[in-house]
């Protein structure tokens, strides 16, 4: 169950900006989750929700930039464990909290292969 759930994740993230036309309401999903995240998180501090989806969406473009640039890599394989980290029990994911940790292990990861 995990590994289909890395699989439909990461083909998410990719799909939501390579095809745009036909995921549209992938994207419309995508927007909502954020938006229900910072919601549940900053409740009516409206400026900080902003900036939650901001965090967000800026997050999730860095993802897909990184998933673009090491597709078929071991170094993708560090992208959808984080990625599968910080997802929830209902598939929402923090792409902020993904982001971070995937930067962090890959810095660890080059670490010791150098």
């Known amino acids: ?63 897909i930039k990184f998933g673009e640039k090491y597709k078929g890599t071991e170094v993708f394989g560090i992208m959808n464990k984080c990625v599968n980290k910080w997802t929830d029990g209902v598939g929402k994911v923090s792409y902020r909290m993904a982001m971070y940790c995937t930067e962090k292990q890959l810095a660890a990861f080059k670490s010791l292969r150098s």
Request: aromatic residues 12%; proline residues 2%.
């Open 1 to 63: 169950m995990k590994n289909a759930f890395f699989v439909t994740i990461t083909a998410f993230l990719f799909s939501i900006v390579l095809v745009p036309s036909s995921q549209a309401s992938g994207k419309e999903e995508t927007y909502k989750d954020v938006k229900e995240i910072c919601e549940a998180k900053w409740g009516e501090d409206y400026r900080m929700q902003k900036r939650c989806q901001k965090q967000e969406f800026d997050a999730l473009d860095s993802l």
